[in-house]
C-alpha cells in the first residue's frame, strides 16, 4: 500500500480529472484479482499439490517440513498467483493504452502459453501438478483479458486524450501559480 501510494502521489498530479477517475476502477480491480488469485492458491493449490506431495512419499515414510520452507513456499505461492492473477488487467491496459493491438496479443498466443510454462516451471515445485495449476491459469487468464479488451479497446484512431474545461485550465493555472509562488 505505501509503494502504491508514493506511485500515486508521483502521477497524480500530472493527470486531468477524467484521467483519475479511471484509477479507483483499476485499483479496486488489481486488488480483487489479487486477492482472488491467493484464494485460488490457498483452498485448490494447496490441497492438491500436498496430497500428491504426501502420495508421493514412500510407505512408512513421514511426510515432514521444515516450516521455515512451508511458510516460504506459502508466501512465494501467495505472491505468484496474485500477480497471475492480474493478467487480465495488465492486458486491457495494454490494449486500451495502444501500445499493442488485440490482434497481435492473439498472434502472441503460442509464446504466451510457451512463457506460461516456463514461468510455472521456475515458480512451482518441480512437479507436473503444480505447474499445470499455475500455467493453465496463466493462460486462462490472459485469454479472458484479450476478451474483456473488445469491451474497452477503442476504435483505431480514436483517442482518451480530450481538450481540458475552461474550469479545469484555470484550476491548473492557479495551482501553478501558487507553487511558483510558494503559496499553498
Request: glycine fraction near 4%.
Amino acid at each position: 500500500p505505501y509503494v502504491l501510494y508514493q506511485a500515486w502521489a508521483f502521477v497524480a498530479p500530472g493527470l486531468y480529472a477524467h484521467e483519475k477517475r479511471l484509477v479507483l476502477p483499476l485499483v479496486v480491480t488489481s486488488f480483487v484479482l489479487f486477492l482472488i488469485g491467493m484464494a485460488f492458491a490457498y483452498f485448490l493449490v494447496f490441497p492438491v499439490v500436498f496430497a500428491f506431495m504426501s502420495a508421493m512419499a514412500p510407505e512408512g515414510v513421514a511426510w515432514m517440513t521444515d516450516i521455515d520452507k512451508y511458510f516460504s513456499f506459502a508466501l512465494t505461492s501467495f505472491l505468484v498467483f496474485g500477480l497471475t492473477f492480474e493478467v487480465p488487467v495488465v492486458v486491457i491496459v495494454l490494449i486500451r493504452m495502444g501500445v499493442v493491438s488485440i490482434e497481435k496479443m492473439v498472434a502472441a498466443r503460442p509464446y504466451v502459453i510457451v512463457g506460461a510454462f516456463v514461468i510455472a516451471a521456475i515458480f512451482t515445485p518441480p512437479d507436473v501438478i503444480s505447474q499445470f495449476m499455475l500455467a493453465v491459469p496463466l493462460w486462462l487468464l490472459y485469454e479472458l483479458g484479450i476478451v474483456l479488451s473488445r469491451f474497452v479497446s477503442r476504435p483505431v484512431g480514436e483517442s482518451d486524450w480530450k481538450a481540458p474545461t475552461d474550469e479545469e485550465m484555470e484550476r491548473e493555472l492557479d495551482r501553478s501559480e501558487r507553487e511558483s509562488t510558494g503559496l499553498k
